[in-house]
């Protein structure tokens, strides 16, 4: 599907495109191609005469093949975004800065992308040509990286307070647990993509396309970029914290658990003494042929497992 945004009295208005002809009389300043076909391609192609190559969204960590310049003046970007849903994770777009125009390219709609439509309609003069655009979106994903930040913040104080106010047993602990392990995937995908939108907006710089206002907005957004960076690393730091607090309580546990069954082994010792010494077979035991000597010595086996029960309760060790 073809998105294609054009400037009209300071306002960035959307059509969707569903035709070469439809193509041919519009002058945008950004065209987004959401899982674009062949045919769609071919229209661009046609129209602006961009190729656009089939593994324009590969996952090439390179940064050589992700930020580079074309001598024709063309600029291309390809960049993580973050999702924050059920399934969180990040999405490669493609950026092409070509003829005054920017084509992005990505497999999903994004929500950064719906949230600069958003505002590009209600807010006039936000957007002035495909550089804005551009550096808009990479305004908007910071935005909403900070938004996913706060979100871990509140998860982490939920998970605090189980795991700092109420007795820890093994269902909780494993519900903890859990959590903790998707704030802590979260936090990290978040700074990659803070990292990711660094890079890009360095490259932005120092490639001089951007006026002075646009490199004092890339300036500002590095900064932003920044100040997500702190919050990262504490959030680490409160992350291992709980990972430690619960695994301690987990410790703990197993081992009352462990002191248990040593006790109980402990208190068994004597009655075993006792029933061991009375199953030999020797002819010269008096309590063979005592008529109380069957009670006695079930007596004394209980006396004895009473005994150091008795003892480790008065010492404080049960």
Do not use: C
């Not at 125009?101 to 994004?110: C, K, N, P, R, T």
């Not at 993509?193 to 490259?203: G, L, P």
């Not at 500002?220 to 959030?235: C, E, K, N, P």
Request: net charge negative; glycine share 4%.
């Amino acid at each position: 599907m073809l998105n294609v945004f054009t400037l009209a009295n300071g306002r960035l208005f959307q059509e969707e495109i569903e035709s070469a002809a439809a193509l041919a009389h519009v002058r945008p300043v950004w065209v987004d191609l959401e899982s674009p076909t062949p045919e769609e391609k071919g229209w661009l192609a046609g129209r602006f005469g961009l190729q656009i190559p089939e593994n324009i969204v590969d996952d090439d960590l390179e940064e050589s093949a992700r930020f580079y310049e074309e001598d024709n003046g063309e600029l291309h970007i390809r960049s993580d975004f973050l999702i924050h849903d059920e399934a969180t994770r990040n999405v490669r777009v493609a950026f092409i800065l070509h003829d005054k125009v920017l084509f992005s390219v990505h497999a999903e709609d994004l929500p950064v992308f719906r949230l600069l439509r958003l505002r590009a309609r209600r807010t006039p003069a936000l957007i002035e040509d495909a550089k804005d655009v551009l550096l808009k979106l990479y305004d908007a994903d910071a935005e909403y990286s900070a938004d996913s930040l706060e979100g871990i913040y509140d998860e982490l104080e939920k998970v605090s307070s189980r795991v700092l106010q109420s007795e820890v047993n093994d269902q909780t602990a494993a519900e903890v647990l859990a959590a903790i392990a998707r704030q802590e995937d979260l936090n990290g995908r978040i700074r990659r993509n803070v990292m990711d939108t660094r890079r890009a907006v360095s490259f932005m710089m120092r490639s001089r396309l951007l006026n002075a206002e646009q490199f004092e907005e890339a300036r500002q957004i590095l900064r932003d970029i920044d100040s997500l960076d702190s919050h990262t690393a504490f959030l680490f730091d409160k992350i291992n914290f709980l990972m430690d607090a619960i695994v301690g309580f987990i410790n703990i546990n197993q081992n009352k658990i462990i002191k248990l069954f040593s006790v109980a082994s402990v208190a068994l010792l004597p009655p075993t003494l006792i029933a061991s010494i009375y199953g030999m077979n020797f002819k010269a035991m008096p309590e063979l042929d005592w008529s109380l000597g069957y009670p006695y010595a079930l007596g004394l086996m209980v006396a004895s497992v009473i005994a150091p029960f008795w003892y480790f309760r008065r010492k404080g060790w049960l």
